[in-house]
């Protein structure tokens, strides 16, 4: 059983591009979660969603960012007109519909290391 | 507002003794509590928790920790460290909204040494 597998590992991209960040989470797993880690830092809460449906996006920031998880293909995090300031590393986790709820221990992709030139 | 800090930016340890890596939090209400080890260049991979009941919680890799709610903490042990236990060690909260929405701390960094 496959984990969570992120795409690209590490992305480059010149101050103003836009960054594509893709997540398939686990099978059978239909939560995902993007968290953010900014160097010598803890992960940061971005966005919480299921399939079509963003729950809970409180943690990303106002303008430039999206988020997506359509019915069918990975999830998508989007950043626009990139600066240095988004480099960071971003993990993408997921988690089953089981009784365990808010209980259940995320299952974290690898990450995609952002680098903004 | 939740919160977790973690005290110890590293903690150093000779292999075959014991370790602890320190956790406080801040919380309204019943705190879910969690640690997660992460290895370089990977993601973050879960060791244990505390949701309720025994105060002392066992792990994976041979790794416990102690729910104190007096003191507010959930420190991290094992007996005896293993060189491979080296990585930077995550404490985090959730408050049960649901979801996991964690709150971590800044991290630790464990140095095991031979």
């Known amino acids: 059983n496959a984990g969570v597998m992120q795409n690209p590992r590490h992305l480059v991209r010149r101050r103003g591009q836009e960054a594509r960040l893709r997540c398939s989470p686990m099978k059978g797993h239909s939560h995902v979660y993007w968290y953010r880690q900014l160097p010598e830092e803890g992960l940061k809460f971005m966005v919480y969603l299921q399939k079509e449906n963003i729950i809970d996006e409180s943690g990303m920031p106002k303008e430039r960012f999206s988020a997506e998880f359509p019915k069918e293909g990975p999830s998508i995090l989007r950043i626009q007109q990139v600066v240095r300031g988004d480099s960071a590393a971003y993990f993408c986790a997921s988690s089953s519909t089981d009784s365990q709820g808010p209980n259940s221990p995320l299952h974290f992709g690898n990450g995609t290391r952002l680098t903004v030139t | 507002a939740q919160s977790v800090a973690q005290p110890e930016d590293q903690v150093n340890v000779a292999e075959g003794n014991p370790l602890t890596v320190k956790c406080t939090y801040s919380?309204?209400?019943?705190?879910?509590l969690f640690w997660y080890v992460q290895y370089p260049n990977r993601g973050l991979q879960f060791l244990l928790k505390?949701?309720?009941?025994?105060?002392l919680v066992k792990g994976s890799y041979g790794f416990e920790a102690e729910f104190n709610k007096s003191q507010t903490s959930f420190h991290l042990k094992k007996p005896s460290a293993l060189v491979s236990d080296s990585a930077l060690y995550f404490c985090a909260v959730n408050t049960n909204t649901g979801f996991q929405k964690l709150v971590f701390g800044t991290g630790t960094r464990l140095l095991v040494s031979p």
């Open positions: 505390y949701i309720t009941g025994d105060n």
């Open positions: 919380v309204s209400g019943n705190p879910y």
